[in-house]
Nanobody, 125 residues
Framework: QVQLVESGGGSVQAGGSLRLSCAASQSIYNTYCMGWFRQAPGKEREGVAIIYTPASNTHVADAVKGRFTISRDNDKNTLYLQMDSLKAEDTALYYC??????????????????WGQGTQVTVSS
């Protein structure tokens, strides 16, 4: 049973920071592309960032580029999303994902094999 457990969400004022964490089962951590998606009320789920082998290459969506950073700690089997300069439009339920299919065309919810339960991020202006 593959499990992803997120933590670190909460409420913050615009301009503030949060760090999301996702603890992953060891059996998948070094094998799959992992990432973060988000879903705002009334909107479709969208990709935020991914990290994949080799060399822990990353991709960050244009909407958060320069503000969000994805990383992982292999020793702790944990994925992170550092979110700085938060905006009201970043308010959403954030999901950790593993087994993310990606290409030059991007990465989408339909291509995710495993999901976490989600953690709420609320940014007030």
């Amino acid at each position: 049973q593959v499990q992803l457990v997120e933590s670190g969400g909460g409420s913050v004022q615009a301009g503030g920071s949060l760090r999301l964490s996702c603890a992953a089962s060891q059996s998948i951590y070094n094998t799959y592309c992992m990432g973060w998606f988000r879903q705002a009320p009334g909107k479709e789920r969208e990709g935020v960032a991914i990290i994949y082998t080799p060399a822990s290459n990353t991709h960050v969506a244009d909407a958060v580029k320069g503000r969000f950073t994805i990383s992982r700690d292999n020793d702790k089997n944990t994925l992170y999303l550092q979110m700085d300069s938060l905006k009201a439009e970043d308010t959403a339920l954030y999901y950790c994902a593993a087994g993310v299919a990606y290409s030059s065309g991007g990465y989408y919810p339909e291509g995710v094999k495993y999901w976490g339960q989600g953690t709420q991020v609320t940014v007030s202006s």
